[in-house]
């Protein structure tokens, strides 16, 4: 099934690397070209809408929804989460609610827009195939899911980011919950690989006993990239989202280690505490790949063993609600970061200049994006931006299939 993604996820990265190469500025923020990107993997596969550019209407809707969600999202905003007694007061009571009910207009109009598109091109029997219109056309439609349940669960953000934008809602949605860890988890890497030089030597060792000069990295390599994966999932320990951890609720009375914790209760899993364990993780705040090349599988696959000491990270998270977009997001960061590594060095934005990785490099929001930064993307060779310009103008001319269906550079073709 995800494997099914991989023809999305190379074309994608492969108009990434073509955006970055051809950028007029010397320094350059890479976040938005990274945003597109992971954005338009999910759109595609919820929507069947390909992202190409990021003045895109979708991108717009996308970005004002996220400014909100950013600002309501962290943890003490709204009083009413932190004391769930409070939200059973009256409406008139809970000092929140007003605000609240404001700031969901926009967001709701945002998620409503998409969906209320594949609809119609559902009943015109033109939906082009995607999760949104597998769950349009799902049992659960007819059984208790509302369309605004549906809108949610396809685009919205819920339970995953410590926000319930309605009291039903339990699930998150793909394209906001796949962009946003995607996207951050992407931009660290890169901020480190600014700042780690020597990993990058290493990584493009290791890529050049695989790739030649004449083709860029592919799905079929990046089993021979053990480096390169152990980059990705450093990135993952050093840089858990969302920042609190994993929230869980025990549905049934637990006893651990002769404590008995009460059905109802909201037990949090302490990422950070796990991954800057020492213990396990020597010198445990360093970017050090080589904690990582005993651990050759997907994060799902150690997760799936069910021993907790042979776990990579936890940052997919545990238990029932794993992160089931893990195996998707290690196959856009793994070749991603391949493709990166073969088309340029990254360097800091001067040679006077050094990154910052001090704790004020990042966001103070539930998800901890890194601030704007700017790097240098210096291309390994003219023929490497030569063959990457080929392969982009390749992919754009024959588009690729995903299911069954063409999709070109706007988005699945309509039937
Ligand atoms: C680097 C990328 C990603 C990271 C770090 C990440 C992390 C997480 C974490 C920590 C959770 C909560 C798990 C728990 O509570 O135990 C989660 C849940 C979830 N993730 Fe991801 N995720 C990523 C990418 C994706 C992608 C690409 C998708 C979609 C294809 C996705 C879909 C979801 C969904 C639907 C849930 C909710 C699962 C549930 O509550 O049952 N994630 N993710």
Redesign the pocket.
């Known amino acids: 099934m995800t494997e099914s993604f991989l023809p999305a996820q190379a074309f994608e990265i492969t108009q990434l690397m073509h955006d970055l190469a051809h950028l007029p500025e010397t320094e350059v923020d890479p976040h938005k070209y990274i945003r597109r990107t ?1 954005f338009s ?2 759109m595609t ?1 919820t929507y069947g809408r390909r992202v190409p550019t990021w003045d895109h209407q979708d991108v717009q809707h996308m970005i004002k929804g996220r400014e909100i969600l950013g600002k309501v999202s962290k943890p003490g905003t709204f009083i009413e989460d932190e004391i769930p007694v409070l939200g059973k007061l009256p409406y008139c009571l809970q000092s929140s609610r007003g605000w609240a009910a404001q700031l969901a207009i926009p967001v709701h109009a945002a998620k409503m827009r998409l969906w209320k598109i594949l609809r119609e091109q559902q009943f015109a029997d033109v939906a082009p195939a995607c999760f949104g219109r597998e769950l349009m056309m799902s049992d659960s439609m007819g059984h208790g899911l509302t369309e605004e349940d549906g809108a949610w669960i396809a685009s919205g953000m819920s ?2 980011n410590g926000i319930s934008p309605r009291s039903t809602d ?6 906001e ?6 996207t ?3 931009t660290n890497l890169m901020l480190y690989l600014a700042t780690y030089p020597k990993v990058q030597e290493r990584a493009l060792a290791e890529l050049s006993d695989v790739v030649s000069d004449t083709r860029m990295p592919r799905f079929e390599d990046v089993e021979h990239l053990p480096y390169i994966r152990a980059c990705v999932k450093e990135i ?1 320990r050093l840089h ?3 920042t609190w ?4 609720y025990t549905d049934g009375e637990v006893s651990y280690k002769g404590t008995v914790i009460p059905k109802g209760t909201v037990v949090l ?1 302490n ?1 950070w505490a796990i991954h800057y364990d020492p213990s396990r993780y020597p010198n445990p705040t360093a970017f050090n790949p080589e904690h990582y090349l005993a651990h050759n599988k997907y994060a799902a696959e150690y997760a799936a063993m069910g021993d907790p000491l042979q776990r990579d990270h ?13 195996r ?3 196959n ?2 793994n070749l991603a970061l391949a493709n990166l590594v073969w088309c340029f060095r990254i360097e800091p934005p001067s040679s006077e200049a050094q990154m910052d990785l001090s704790d004020e490099a990042w966001e103070d929001t539930a998800f901890r994006p890194p601030k704007p930064f700017k790097v240098r993307l210096v291309p390994r060779s003219e023929e490497r931006l030569r063959v990457g310009d080929q392969t982009w103008a390749k992919a754009r001319e024959e588009g690729y299939t995903l299911r069954g269906v063409r999709i070109n550079e706007e988005g699945a073709e309509i039937r």
């Open positions: 992971s993997i999910m596969a339970e995953f339990q699930e998150a949605g793909l394209v919950v796949g962009t946003e860890t995607s951050i988890t992407l993952l858990p989202i969302p951890g994993l929230k869980h899993g990422t936890y940052a997919f998270g545990a238990g029932r609600r794993i992160c089931p977009g893990a998707l997001a290690e856009t960061l």
